[in-house]
Structures are given as C-alpha cells and as structure tokens.
C-alpha cells in the first residue's frame, strides 16, 4: 500500500510543511517563531484530542482541562521545587492522565450530548479551581517567571531553539500517533464508531479501547500544557479555559479529524490565522468563526480529507495484491458433547407487548437450526437476546453448558457466539480484507500491543492471511482489497459471513442472511454455509425465504406471536397447519363490520 | 377507466440493495387492492415510494394522470394521498384528538365535521379524545394511524400492514373498516402479511416477491391459487 | 420574609433562564441536535436591545416585540447556514457547526459594541414595591416583577400557540417523527426554520430580561448556554415541562445557596464559604451525580415523554 493518492498527499504535506518550518526558523525573527511554537503546541494537543474525538467519536470537551493540569503541574514543580521542564515531565504528564482515568469511569459510558456536558462542567470546576485556589495557583493572574525549557540542564532560548525543541516533540508525538491510528487500534476505533454493534459482535470491548483513547488525549495535552508554560513564561488560567477547547476542536475538524498531520496543518493554519488578520482588528476572531462554519458544511473531511479526496479523484489508486490464504486453526470447545446453545423458557416483554413468551430451544453441534415466523412474531428478539443486546425477563441462555444470560455482547463474542446482521454492518471505507482481518484476535488488539509491533505488525499479516482464507471460502476474494462501501450488496453479506467466522465461533447466527439475493446467490451462499457445519461450526438462521432455508437446515423452529407453535424437520413444519395459518392467515373471511366496544 | 395510481416499472435501491426490481400495478379510483408479500418482499418500499419518503431509481409513479416524481411527500399528502405507515407512528405526545387535526388542511368548521366522521368510523377514539397516543393500546393506536391518513380526505389511502403487532380479532376489526372506506370512493391499497384476511376485503391483489411481481389478479382467483402458497412459504 | 424574598427573586431569576432552556429544548426535540449557541443568542439579545434603545429610545417593555422579530430573523439566518447543509450528518457536526456561529456572534457582538459590560434598560421602571411597609423587608422591584410577568406572559403564550393551533400541533408533530409529518402533508422543512425562530426570539426575551441586572458583554453566551443544558438535563432530555422546573430549579438553588447561613443558624461558622465559587462547584457536583446516576433527569419517565 505504498503509493496510494492519500500517501501522496500526506507526503507532500509534510514536506511542506517540514519547509516552512526551516524556512521560517532560518529567516524569520524571534515573534513569529513564537508564534510558530505556539502552533505545535496546539498540534500536539490537538493530537491528542484526535483520539478521544476522532478516533473514539467523543465530542470531549475537556482538552483545555488536561492542558492547564500539565501547564500547572508543570510550572509549580519549577516555580516551588526548582524541578526543570524535563524531569517534571512524567508528574505534567500524569497529572492530567490521573485525572482523566478517575473522571472515565462515569463519564465516559454517557451519551454524546451528555458526554459533551458532563467534560463541560469538569472544565468549569477545574477552572473554578486554578482561579479561586490562590495560594497554588497565583489566582487570575497566574504565576510569573516559569523557567525556559530546559533539556538535560541545557536551557532552551527563544528563537529557533525553542521551535526546533517544541517541533521535535510534536515530531516524536506524531510519529506516536501514527503508529497508534494506522494499525488494528485505528481500525478497531473505526469499527467501534462506524458500526459499534458489529465491533461488540466480533468481541471488541468498545468501554476499554474508548478509555484508552481518552488517555492518550490527556496524555498529549499534559505534554502540550507542559511546553506552552515554559514557552510563555507563566502559567495562567487562560490555559484551561473554554477558548481553548474551541480552538483544538476546530484545529482538527479543520485539519483533519484523524491524521495526524492534518491536526498539525490545522495548528499552523489556525494558530497564525489572527496574526494574518491582524490588520482586521476586531473582526479577525469573527473570520475564524466564518471558516470554522465554512469547514464544517463545505469540507466535512477537513483540508486534509478533501485534498486526498480530490487526489483520489484526480489519480489512479493501485490495488496491491491480496495476500496468500493461511487457514485459521479451529477454536477448541471445553464442553463438546454438551448442546452448542441451550435456551431455557426465555421470555421478554417490550411495554405492552410479550415479544418473546417462555421459548425454549436447543442447538446441537455442527447442526443449522432455521427460525421462522412472520414480521413481528420475536425471531430477532430472541437472536438479540442470544447475543446480548437485550436483557431477558426471565429464562437462562447457556453456551456448551456455560450460563451466558445477560452478558455483554462482546464478552459472548469472545466465548463463541459471532452474528451477522439484517442490515449488513461493515466499515465502509476499510477493505472487505480488512474489515474480516480486525475480527481475527480482536480481543488481542489494545495499546501495548500496537506499541509493541514494529514498523510492520505480525499480528495483522497473520490476520489478513486468514481472512483471505475465509474470503475464499466464502467466495469473495475478488472484493478482498475493495473499499467495503463499494462493494455490491451480496458480496457485502458474505464479507460480513467471513468477519463472523474470523471471530472463530461454535455458534454463528444469522439474521436474514439472504434478503436481497437473488436466486443463484442464495443457492451458492446456502452451499457454502452448509460446508460451515462439517466443520462443527453450529448455526441458527433466521430467515422468511423457505426456498433458501428448508433445504439449508437441518431443523426449523416457528415463532408466532413469540412463542414457539412448531418445531421439527423443515418439510414438517412447513406443512404444519400452525404454520401455514400463521403466515396466510385463517382460511376464514374476516367477520365483516363487527365492532367489539 | 383512467387508474387514480399507476406505477410502472418502479426500480428502488436501499444504497447498494435493490428493493423492487421492475414492479408496475394500476389501482383505479374507489377500489380495494390488496399488495401481499412475505417480509423483505417490498411491500412497504413501494408504500413509501407513493407517498415521497423515497426516491425510486427509475420508473414512473402517476396520481391522477400527474407524475409525482418532482412532487415533495408533503405535497403528495396534500394532493390526495392518505399514508398509514408500518408499526402506526402515531404521535405519541399529542392527544388523540390532536393526532387527528394535525392532519387537516381544511377550515375549521369542516375539520370539526371530519373529526366527528372519524369518531363515527373508530367510536373507540371518541372515548379516548383527550387523551395522549402513547397511552393508547395496540390496536387503538392503529384505528387511530387509519384515521389520521383519512383526515385529508385522500382518494387514496395507504395502508401498510395493519396488523403488525394486533392479536387476530383486533385484525379482524381493523380490516373490517375497509369496505366503510371504500365505500366514500376512497381508494385502499392495503399491504399486508396476512393474505385471507387482506383478500376477504379487496377486489383484486397484487403479489411481490422479493421486489418482484409474483403474480396478480381479482381476489377472489388468488384466494383459492396454491401459487399464493408458494409466494409466502416457498415450494 | 427572608424566604419569600429569596423565592421571588429566584423566580425572577428562575423565569428567564426558563426561556433559555425551552427554546434550547424546542430545537433539540425538532431536530435531535443540541444548538451551542443558544447562550450566545442570549447575549445577541440583550445587545440588540441596547441598539433598539439607542435608536427608539423607549422603555423596555415597547422594545419586546421588535426584539423578538430581529431575534426570529436571527435565528432563521441560523438554520439556513449551520442547521440545514448538514442536517442529514450525524448530530455532533450540528453541535460544532452551532459552536461556530457562538463565535461569530461573540465576536460580532465584541466588535460592534465593544468588550464592556453594558446594561440595557429597564422594562418599565427603576422603583421597588415593598408590600407590608419598610419593617417587612420584603422588597420587589418592578424589574423582577416585570420579568417574572414577561417571561410567564411567553410562556402562555407558546404554550397556547402549541395546544390550541394548527401550526402549535404540527411543530410538535413534526418534533416528534419528522417522516410522518411530512407523510400527512406537514412541511417540515418550514416547521424547523420556524421552531429555530421561536428558539432564538426567547433566548433574545431573556437577553433583554436579564441584561438590565445582570448586564451584557459578549463572552456570557457560554454561561447561559451551560444554564439551558443543565435545566434540560436535569428536567430530562427532551421534555419540555421539565426544562422550565429545571430552569427554576437551578435558579433557586443560585439564590439560595449565598443565603444558606442566613436561614440556617447553624451554618453560621462556615458563613464566608457560601459565595459564587462553591455555590458554581456544588452546583456542577449535583449535575455530574445526575449525569452518573441518573441520566433520565430528576422527574422520571413521566415527564420525559416527549411532548
């Protein structure tokens, strides 16, 4: 994947941008490398919010907050211990780290808006605090006479110097990045944002890879607060408060909301930006507002986004070759001569309604058991009750033996159960390859594994090995390397069918696997599901198309009004009088005009 | 007799699922058709297709001679056609009385008469005026969805499958209001799962199958066809 | 008399905040976004206030109703420019491009009428009324009274434009499934707009209320944004009764709790403690508890459909 449009442009940017950067600390005087300075300090917190809200999709509010923390911590440990820049580093960094891991845990599972708040308010307090807390903090004023930078004893003097230090750190922070979002982690966060139920499916604990994210995003804002104070000279509370925010969200929603170099094109841009206007006066904060507006509508991908649209556009993208097929080795079951899925008298109401009435059903392994019933009679009730996304009323769900009622999706990914969904779930953007590769070992995928992994990760090659291998089988190599949002709607289904089984399940269910097939497709997909089951893998299909389902399955059970009216060999049940009745109706005409009161 | 609606080749894709494949049906002004089809078979797609809430691929789709395609759902509601979605969407915070205005583009001295007509068709509204939707059972809820698509006075009405959700009797009652709704010389075009019933009430019906015409034909020839059989539970 | 002198102020308070939280409220159940500008739409109102005083010269109350139409225009400027192009993208990209319009009314407001705290004039007059004579104590001013008076007066108002008229049914509708709306013929489109007016024309009310005692400069917008937020999260997302009792709630916990040593003797030893500070600290404290334990609001399910 070298040469892509996107690899170009990125390139060419950091060329740029690399120039500019000489070009001015050779030339220019010491105001504006200042200001310059200033701009990669604000790179780097804008980094850092790149995880939290690009990468986990959290509108966080509280960046300023880890950066006045790293500021503070940072400009006291100098002012009241003489403790310099560089060996105060990990207590500003961790500072805001700490504080960020004990505001996580009822934070973060809110909703945005309520997620939006709740980081509001804690930037309020803290700001509340570094003014009110005089005796700390120096109050509104702030306290004066914070040290230069200093590294290994040498101070850092302003000009170039203090550029050249601030800018290798953005440096090292980038690089950091890049490697972090352009691995499995990025993808897992994009599967996670773009389609959570599917991530949660393919065992991705979406609560730890968020908290991850909003670590690093405190992380890099105490390392920016920690420069921006011995670059200014004081810390103030001007650090942690709002303006801040707005300024590191719109850096990268004009940049980019997840490369890293587009937050540093964003921090240039921004960050100059009312020295440009400066012969506007009042109104140069009023232009900013106008192209924040103006970024937002006309270019939702950012600056960055857009150039790699229009060179994707404008140049040809090579398709690098598939790779080599590697079999994935079979996932072992403690309880093999147990029943696959036991469901023991499950029943779930929905306000007035019974969806599901005390339902009982057995799946055996290496066995397709089909469900069917009409529109609204429980079947997907009951397959989101089996995988976790609702609570049962009452009834237990066991997995070879092992109660699982009521666990968490993702904690049933991982002890065996993979699913597929009525409205296919893939990343649009990601390969086909790709989005099947993230569920081989998604559990493994975390921070110290992707920190681990050199300039090529092991893990990913043996990943995308075997899910070329279950592209194949299920007969969808020729789409490995496409885009999956391009890709035709049965090709979609099997690429979906593949990620399931990359999880390595013993039990795979399958929502309406073939709605919008057409016939042939729905022959060869129910071939290849059928050659699933040699391997012990069990399935639960839920499907109205009998044509598809009767010759697939081995039994078939029918939901009406949630309860279970028929269970038994296809050719049985669909010639149950039950059966028909539910799906035509009573062969009565409907008694005409009577009303009851 | 000129068809009130004329569909002809209706292509729709959901992004990159193609719904309906090619469907064309004619309902003249006045009648009861019925529109059967398992699930996923496009029923509702077409339904939503009528009324605007989606934007076909290709074909055409012709009210009274007039072609709807430029036309805003908003403006096809006010031209003439009645819409009674899928699961009710009554609105559920605004009283049953309100739920009914709401869909009234008329002068108040007629909307108050239509109101009463409304109460005259479903007297279980009348009871429940004053009260919100949502506290509304399943089946009052439906009653209530079919009277607000009749508020405009449409001259043809929407009806997508009714009896999602009721218990048989309350199906049974629901359906039974149909020929009362023809009888105003409004025309039904009813979707539904449950093919006896929708076929007892309709003069002739349509069959999709996965986005397709399956068969078509008077009511009473399908009523008694095995194909029908095989349309819903495969062969 | 010390409590009853605390709870009118706190209605007055409370009365204008309240408007803030319901057009907040109003647009959210409309369009399922959160509009970051309804605190800077506050400021925009008492700003369009000063000039529509320095141009007519009138009292407060005669300049309403002008007021409200600048306001209305304002806020259908908004939604065709941060509402409409992205509606059809996720909601946060309205909650940032709502944030961007914040700034530009922030720093419009700064560069047409300065940094400044300014103040706006009064809605009818300067005095006080103080029932029971001097010894009671209890003193309204015809500011308060005024305001509590304007607020409830709009208030009624919407309330009966939404219960009692065509147009008042079909905002609602349309708030609650847009879809159907338009599938019996409600175009939707124009109810947006209008709720955004309506939203905007009562934050720019309250800018006037509040700007005569509490003054206007153009960073308060985030002060009062955080108000309506916080009424509406503590009323329950989305309901419109409980954004008003969250709104005076708020506000009677702001004028309390300076007062608290006063009603309660005991207190008396921890008297300087009870400022601005930690009434604002308390007060974020009770909100993230709200957020953690109770994200439903403090009324329940009742009022949290959505009506």
Redesign the interface.
């Known amino acids: 994947m070298r040469h892509t449009p996107a690899t170009l442009v990125n390139s060419l940017a950091l060329a740029g941008l690399a120039a500019y950067l000489v070009w001015s600390g050779a030339t220019q005087p010491n105001y504006p490398l200042r200001v310059l300075s200033i701009a990669g300090i604000y790179g780097l917190l804008a980094l850092g919010y790149q995880f939290i809200f690009g990468h986990a999709g959290a509108l966080a509010l509280s960046q300023a907050t880890f950066m006045g923390l790293g500021a503070y911590a940072s400009g006291i440990l100098a002012l009241r211990y003489g403790l310099p820049f560089d060996v105060a580093l990990p207590l500003s960094i961790g500072a805001p780290v700490l504080l960020a891991a004990v505001v996580a845990a009822p934070v973060l599972r809110l909703q945005t808006h309520y997620f939006a708040l709740a980081t509001l308010i804690i930037s309020q307090v803290a700001l509340l605090v570094a003014v009110e807390w005089q005796s700390l903090t120096g109050g509104a004023n702030g306290l004066g006479g914070v040290p230069p930078i200093q590294l290994l004893g040498t101070p850092i003097r302003a000009g170039w110097p203090l550029l050249a230090t601030v800018w290798g750190f953005v440096a090292a922070g980038t690089l950091l990045a890049w490697q972090l979002g352009r691995g499995r982690l990025g993808q897992a966060w994009a599967c996670m944002r773009a389609a959570p139920a599917a991530a949660a499916s393919i065992g991705i604990d979406a609560a730890r890879l968020r908290f991850v994210a909003f670590l690093l995003s405190a992380a890099y804002a105490g390392l920016a607060g920690s420069l921006y104070v011995h670059a200014l000279r004081v810390v103030s509370p001007d650090a942690l408060a709002f303006p801040v925010v707005v300024t590191c969200l719109t850096i990268v929603v004009v940049g980019s909301r997840l490369r890293p170099l587009g937050a540093l094109l964003g921090a240039v841009l921004i960050v100059q930006l009312p020295e440009w206007f400066r012969d506007l006066r009042d109104y140069s904060l009023l232009a900013y507002g106008c192209i924040l507006l103006l970024v937002i509508v006309l270019a939702p991908a950012g600056l960055l986004g857009t150039l790699e649209d229009w060179a994707a556009r404008l140049l040809p993208t090579p398709t690098p070759p598939t790779p080599a097929p590697e079999a994935p080795s079979p996932r072992t079951t403690p309880n093999a001569q147990r029943p696959v899925l036991e469901i023991r008298t499950l029943s779930r109401r929905f306000g007035g309604v019974q969806a599901l009435d005390a339902v009982s059903l057995t799946v055996r392994p290496g066995e397709a058991l089909g469900l069917i019933g009409p529109n609204g009679s429980g079947k997907t009730t009951l397959v989101n009750l089996v995988s976790g996304l609702y609570t049962p009323d009452t009834g237990t769900v066991r997995l070879h033996g092992t109660d699982i009622t009521a666990q968490p999706t993702w904690r049933l990914a991982r002890a065996g159960i993979a699913r597929t969904f009525q409205t296919v779930a893939l990343v649009d953007d990601m390969t086909a390859l790709d989005n099947v590769a993230l569920a081989v070992d998604a559990p493994a995928i975390g921070l110290l594994a992707t920190l681990r992994t050199g300039a090529s990760d092991p893990a990913q090659a043996t990943a995308r090995a075997q899910a070329a291998h279950l592209l194949a089988r299920m007969g969808a190599s020729d789409a490995a390397m496409q885009p999956a949002g391009s890709l035709a709607y049965g090709i979609r289904r099997r690429v979906e069918i593949a990620r399931a089984l990359a999880a390595r399940p013993t039990l795979l269910l399958l929502d309406e696997p073939a709605a919008g097939l057409n016939e042939t497709e729905q022959a060869d997909l129910a071939a290849r599901l059928r050659a699933l089951l040699e391997d012990g893998t069990a399935l639960l299909v839920i499907e109205h198309n009998m044509a598809f389902l009767a010759p697939l399955v081995d039994r078939m059970a029918c939901l009406d009004a949630g309860r279970l009216i028929a269970e038994g060999l296809p050719a049985a049940v669909k010639s149950d009088p039950a059966v028909v009745e539910a799906y035509l109706g009573t062969p009565e005409p409907a008694p005409a005009l009577q009303m009851t009161p | 007799m000129t068809a009130l609606l004329e569909i002809e080749d209706l292509h729709i894709r959901y992004?990159?699922?193609?719904?309906l494949h090619g469907v064309s049906l004619q309902i003249h002004p006045g009648e009861a058709v019925a529109l059967l089809g398992?699930?996923?078979a496009g029923k509702s797609t077409l339904m939503k297709a009528v009324?605007?809430?989606l934007r076909p691929h290709a074909g055409a789709i012709r009210f009274d001679g007039r072609s709807l395609a430029t036309m805003?759902?908003?403006h096809r509601?006010?031209a003439g056609i009645?819409?009674c979605?899928e699961g009710r969407?009554t609105?559920?915070?605004?009283l049953v009385r309100?739920?009914l205005?709401?869909?009234c583009?008329a002068p108040a001295p007629e909307r108050a008469r239509r109101l009463e007509a409304a109460y005259a068709l479903f007297?279980?509204l009348r009871t429940k005026a004053e009260s919100?939707a949502?506290q509304l059972?399943?089946g009052q809820q439906q009653m209530l969805a079919i009277a607000?698509?009749l508020?405009?006075q449409p001259r043809l009405l929407l009806l997508d499958?009714p009896s999602?959700?009721l218990?048989?009797?309350l199906?049974?009652?629901v359906?039974?209001r149909i020929?009362?709704i023809t009888a105003t010389g409004t025309a039904v075009l009813l979707a539904e799962?449950?093919?006896?019933?929708?076929l007892?009430?309709c003069a002739r019906a349509w069959v999709l199958q996965?986005g397709r015409v399956a068969l078509h034909g008077p009511a009473a020839d399908l009523a008694s066809s095995p194909e029908?059989?095989r349309a819903?539970?495969?062969? | 008399m010390l409590a009853l002198q605390l709870l009118f102020n706190a209605t007055a308070l409370g009365a204008a905040y309240a408007l803030v939280a319901l057009g907040f409220v109003l647009v959210l159940n409309a369009t399922g976004a959160v509009n970051f500008a309804q605190g800077e739409l506050v400021m925009a109102g008492g700003f369009v206030a000063l000039a529509l005083d320095r141009l007519l010269a009138l009292p407060g109350l005669a300049l309403l109703p002008p007021l409200l139409l600048i306001m209305a225009a304002i806020g259908l400027a908004l939604a065709l420019l941060a509402y409409f192009p992205i509606r059809r993208r996720p909601a946060d990209t309205v909650f940032i491009s709502t944030i961007a319009v914040g700034i530009i009314l922030a720093n419009g407001a700064n560069a047409l009428f300065g940094p400044e705290q300014q103040t706006t004039p009064a809605l009818v007059g300067t005095g006080a009324w103080r029932p029971g004579g001097s010894e009671s104590g209890l003193v309204i001013p015809y500011q308060s009274a005024a305001t509590i008076l304007v607020a409830a007066g709009l208030i009624i108002a919407l309330h009966l434009v939404f219960t009692r008229t065509q147009l008042g049914r079909r905002l609602r509708a349309t708030a609650q499934d847009r879809e159907v709306a338009a599938a019996i013929g409600i175009p939707v489109d124009r109810m947006v707009a209008a709720t955004f007016m309506v939203g905007a024309a009562l934050a720019g009310a309250a800018g006037l209320l509040l700007s005569r005692s509490f003054f206007v400069s153009p960073t308060d917008g985030g002060n009062y944004m955080l108000k309506a937020y916080v009424a509406v999260t503590i009323g329950g997302w989305g309901s419109i009764p409980g954004a008003v009792l969250g709104a005076l709630l708020i506000a009677l916990f702001e004028v309390a709790f300076p007062a608290l040593p006063a009603l309660v003797p005991a207190l008396g030893p921890y008297g300087t403690g009870f400022n601005q500070v930690w009434s604002t600290i308390v007060l974020d404290g009770i909100i993230l508890l709200i957020l953690w334990r109770r994200p439903q609001g403090l009324f329940g399910e009742a009022v949290r459909v959505r009506a």
């Open positions: 992004g990159a699922v193609t719904a398992a699930n996923g009324i605007g809430l805003r759902p908003e509601a006010r009645g819409y979605p969407r609105f559920p915070g605004l309100e739920n205005l709401v869909a583009w007297p279980a919100p949502w059972s399943g607000r698509s508020m405009g499958e999602l959700g218990s048989p009797l199906t049974d009652e359906i039974a020929p009362a799962q449950n093919a006896a019933k929708a007892s009430v996965t029908i059989r819903f539970l495969g062969g």
